[in-house]
């Protein structure tokens, strides 16, 4: 079956360091791939999404780009925030609308 | 309202009860899905409904659990004989079909926090 796999959290950054956060994957098929986000006190809310292999996804400064080779989803980005500690989910899709996620990965960006 | 809305936003109950969790989706949208987040695990999918049909509740764990939809709209999962491995976060999400430009795209409401004692 399909199935995510991410990083243990949680993650410590200091602000404007570099951010990686691993995700691999698992599914028969050719998987939408996605990464959400939920910010304390918010419901979970989509980040960044790509629909086939080589696709990047970006938004908010974030990235990930479709590894079909490395079945890998890995977010990244540049110079983190304090706003951006939340906890962030990958996530997959096969058949347009059930998604499989990850466990998880708390982020916490310190001033 | 602009988002999805869930009630009640938490909800205590003894073993053995029934309880209802209520989901309003965003206006127009006709795909609506129940997942269930347990203490340090990501969402697990339980159903999905396209318009007032069960299109895939192959997630629900086992008789206890049932989803309605009647109109399309509004819908309710229902707990029977409530034991404490249901406690978790149920969240209620909602789309555009899938097919469309939206695919996979849920919008997600804060949840409803149940704990069986």
């Known amino acids: 079956g399909n199935s995510v796999t991410q990083m243990e959290g949680p993650v410590t950054l200091s602000e404007e360091a570099f951010l990686t956060i691993n995700c691999t994957y698992t599914a028969t098929g050719y998987p939408s791939l996605f990464w959400y986000v939920q910010y304390p006190g918010e419901g979970l809310q989509l980040l960044l999404k790509?629909?086939?292999?080589?696709d990047k996804g970006s938004n908010k400064g974030f990235e990930a780009t479709y590894r079909k080779e490395t079945t890998s989803f890995h977010l990244e980005k540049g110079s983190v925030q304090v706003s951006d500690s939340a906890v962030y989910f990958c996530?997959?899709?096969?058949?347009?609308?059930?998604?499989?996620f990850g466990k998880g990965t708390s982020l916490l960006v310190t001033p | 309202g602009a988002g999805v809305s869930q009630t009640p936003s938490n909800k205590v109950t003894e073993k053995g009860k029934y309880v209802e969790l209520r989901c309003d989706p965003i206006?127009?949208?006709?795909?609506l899905y129940w997942y269930r987040q347990s203490l340090g695990q990501g969402p697990e999918f339980l159903i999905y409904f396209q318009g007032t049909g069960a299109a895939d509740d192959s997630g629900l764990p086992n008789d206890r659990f049932f989803a309605v939809r009647p109109e399309g709209s509004v819908s309710t999962l229902k707990i029977q004989r409530t034991e404490r491995g249901d406690s978790a976060v149920y969240l209620c999400?909602?789309?555009?079909?899938?097919?469309?430009?939206?695919?996979?795209?849920?919008?997600f409401g804060e949840g409803s926090r149940l704990t069986v004692l």
């Open positions: 206006s127009g949208h006709t795909a």
């Open positions: 790509a629909t086939k292999a080589d």
């Open positions: 999400a909602s789309s555009s079909p899938p097919g469309t430009t939206n695919t996979g795209e849920l919008f």
């Open positions: 996530a997959l899709s096969d058949q347009g609308y059930a998604l499989n």
